[in-house]
């Protein structure tokens, strides 16, 4: 398995180009499932979890047509054409879904269209057990029938599926996403309130309302959706990656350096660019993008918690605890989304931060300096926050097991390398 070696130290100058959000790429990709004609997606990110997505496709009789890799010098998003012409196969197999999670957003849309979808139930993750009861339970609110068996969903409505009123008891982006693509073709209206507002649903709703579905108040946390009959092909380019834009904006405040997030939108990361001036960095919106740079004096320690969008993201909280670990004072982080998403504590903790957890909240009291060390990635945004670490830190910083940052970030060595940092990736056997 592959390895990063980082030597910290030198700040990060310069400018990185955001790539499209793996998180709005995922649901968008599943949504051809509604269609039997053409959706072209542009500005996906190359990364791990879209393949795995395109390959589960491709397993359901979608024929899926890659070009756009020539332009830009190889590097411009992806551009997918996905064409499900053919009620294919139905049943979405356990060894893609427990690759991914986000394979589960296929239920919707297949029940919708075929009358019948069979997924594998995705089973636990690093981050905590992440259930999808909810998505089952609403989907049972629009008639279908779901059983549980051998592993698998099995969900039926073979005269289709009708609309009703679903109150989420909780926030769920993919219960949001999987609901909004399973009632765009159910009959008469459907409301999801306590809906999720993440931009990456918002991204979702404007995509299948240019496929012709009739979806009110995106963005918000009620959606009305007015089933259609049938949906059609469109062209739709995806949103850019708040979590990738903030995990860059963190590494300039860390390192006091200057980067230009070029694509990246202020508006999308407005809670983590406060939490970066309270803490004593400069977030500026520009005219292509976003500029962050590092403090004048001493980082200052600042309370954060988790919270559904716009509220601090779960997915930047790793990151955000390597810039506290090495901020003056003390800072406390509390995690209310994910039960278990404190695995990089330990990690952290070799390289020297102090950090302490209580149940959902960790204590972090700020050090000098972080020394390098030999690490263990975990999950995604876990694995990030070492790599912030490493290029933070005193000496070499190893990390090992790095395929979850395939998942998630596109190029990272190589954006980061363009920006002074000194990194490279050792190939695995
Ligand atoms: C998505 C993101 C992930 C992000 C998360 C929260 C994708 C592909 N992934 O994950 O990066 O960290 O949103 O912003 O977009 N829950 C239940 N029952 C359910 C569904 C969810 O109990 O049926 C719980 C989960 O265990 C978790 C919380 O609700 O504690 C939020 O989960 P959810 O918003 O659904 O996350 P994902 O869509 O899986």
Redesign the pocket.
């Known amino acids: 398995m592959d390895s990063i070696r980082i030597r910290g130290g030198p700040p990060l100058m310069g400018a990185i180009e955001i790539s499209g959000a793996?998180?709005a790429a995922?649901?968008l990709l599943a949504a051809c499932l509604l269609t039997g004609e053409t959706l072209t997606l542009s500005n996906l990110p190359h990364l791990a979890d879209i393949a795995t997505m395109a390959h589960l496709l491709a397993e359901l009789g979608v024929d899926v047509s890659m070009n756009g890799d020539a332009c830009n010098g190889g590097y411009a998003g992806r551009v997918f054409g996905l064409t499900a012409a053919r009620a294919g196969e139905t049943t979405a197999p356990y060894e893609l879904v427990r690759r991914m999670?986000?394979s589960v957003l296929v239920l919707g849309p297949l029940l919708a269209r075929n009358g019948y979808a069979r997924v594998s139930l995705p089973g636990g993750c690093a981050i905590?057990?992440?259930?999808?009861?909810?998505?089952?339970k609403a989907l049972a609110q629009l008639g279908a029938d779901i059983e549980l068996e051998e592993g698998y969903i099995t969900a039926r409505a073979p005269n289709g599926l009708k609309g009703a009123h679903v109150l989420f008891p909780?926030?769920?982006?993919?219960?949001t996403?999987n609901l909004m693509m399973a009632a765009a073709l159910a009959e008469g209206e459907t409301v999801l309130a306590n809906a999720?507002r993440?931009p990456?649903v918002a991204d979702l709703a404007r995509c299948l309302i240019a496929m012709g579905a009739h979806i009110e108040g995106a963005g918000t946390d009620t959606l009305h959706i007015t089933g259609v009959k049938c949906l059609r092909g469109a062209d739709y380019t995806v949103v850019s990656d708040r979590?990738e834009a903030g995990t860059y904006a963190v590494a300039a405040a860390l390192t006091g350096g200057d980067l230009q997030l070029i694509g990246g939108r202020m508006d999308l990361i407005e809670a983590l660019a406060d939490t970066l001036v309270n803490a004593g960095a400069e977030v500026t919106e520009t005219a292509d993008g976003v500029r962050v740079s590092g403090a004048q004096g001493p980082l200052r320690g600042v309370d954060v918690m988790t919270e559904?969008?716009p509220g601090f993201?779960?997915?930047m909280q790793a990151q955000l605890m390597v810039l506290m670990a090495v901020a003056k004072g003390a800072s406390m982080i509390t995690e209310t989304?994910?039960?278990n998403r404190f695995m990089h504590v330990p990690e952290l903790c070799r390289m020297g931060a102090n950090i302490n957890v209580h149940g959902a909240s960790a204590i972090i009291r700020g050090v000098e300096e972080l020394s390098g060390a030999q690490v263990m990635a975990t999950d995604l945004r876990a694995s990030v926050s070492l790599v912030l670490a490493g290029l933070a830190a005193k000496g070499e910083t190893v990390i090992n097991r790095v395929y979850h940052l395939d998942r998630g970030y596109e190029r990272l060595e190589e954006k980061l390398s363009a920006c002074g940092a000194v990194i490279e990736r050792i190939k695995g056997k």
């Open positions: 793996k998180n995922l649901p999670r986000a905590g057990t992440r259930p999808i009861d909810l998505h089952l909780m926030v769920t982006v993919g219960g996403e999720a993440e990456e979590i559904p969008f993201p779960t997915d989304i994910f039960e």
